[in-house]
């Protein structure tokens, strides 16, 4: 998964616009480093809840980049979101071992109140026994 958070930090940051005073050139590119890498992570850990992943990284970038680079930069973390969700899609497993060292597991809790430990399928992250979650969960996304 990393490797996309380096590829829209590496196509960035030649666009890094000057430090604010007292700021040091490196600061703004590691927050931007750092975000590009959070905002994977999340994706890899909690793409359920992450809805607007391409949106939410934007926003917290382009204030280190001047007016002229804000579309270019927009670009790129569109491009770059959009083929780490295809990537996440096809090996949700895969990607989340990547970011987190651990194995995926089934996202509903057991009747005990534990985590389900069985591994997830990869269109809904739910187990074969715990796929009845994902339709009253699509439901109440289709009624909200
Ligand atoms: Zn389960």
């Known amino acids: 998964m990393y490797q996309f958070s380096r590829a829209i930090y590496r196509e960035l940051a030649p666009h890094l616009g000057d430090p604010g005073p007292g700021d040091a050139v490196l600061s703004n590119h590691m927050r931007v480093l750092r975000a590009c890498e959070s905002t994977v992570e999340r994706l890899a850990t909690d793409r359920y809840y992450f809805a607007k ?11 280190y980049f001047p007016m002229s680079a804000q579309r270019r930069v927009y670009q790129v973390v569109c491009a770059y979101i ?12 895969a990607a989340y071992m990547a970011v987190s060292g651990k194995p995926l597991q089934c996202r509903a809790t057991t009747r005990k109140g534990e985590a389900c430990q069985r591994v997830p399928l990869a269109h809904n992250g739910y187990c ?17």
Do not use: K, M
Not at 82 to 93: E, M, N
Not at 128 to 144: F, K, Y
């Open 53 to 63: 992943p391409a949106r939410t990284l934007f926003g917290e970038i382009r204030v």
């Open 82 to 93: 959009g083929l780490a969700q295809r990537y996440l899609a096809q090996d949700p497993v």
């Open 128 to 144: 074969p026994s715990h796929q009845h979650l994902a339709e009253t969960e699509h439901r109440e996304l289709a009624a909200a």
